[in-house]
């Protein structure tokens, strides 16, 4: 798992939530691809719900993270 070092301490518990959501989604979103690629429609559709919403609660995390941290996740090669 690859991890990010928050610039304020009291954010790091946020700052790891957010990128556990964002590498789930970096998860989904491949196998998203890949269905889509192999036309299994059925599989594309299960797998889209699961990217979605954990890009919504990815974003979640991140709303209730200062500007700085936001701007160090969306740099990091995660994003």
């Not at 789930?24 to 269905?35: E, Q």
């Not at 719900?49 to 701007?71: A, G, H, T, V």
């Amino acid at each position: 798992m690859m991890k990010i070092e928050a610039i304020s301490k009291k954010h790091q518990a946020r700052v790891n939530k957010a990128v556990n959501w964002l590498l789930k989604y970096n998860t989904f979103n491949d196998k998203r691809t890949r269905a889509e690629d192999n036309g299994n429609n059925k599989e594309y559709v299960k797998v889209n719900r699961k990217c979605e919403s954990s890009y919504d609660k990815f974003l979640e995390n991140m709303d209730e993270l200062p500007k700085r941290e936001q701007i160090q996740i969306y740099k990091s090669a995660m994003y």
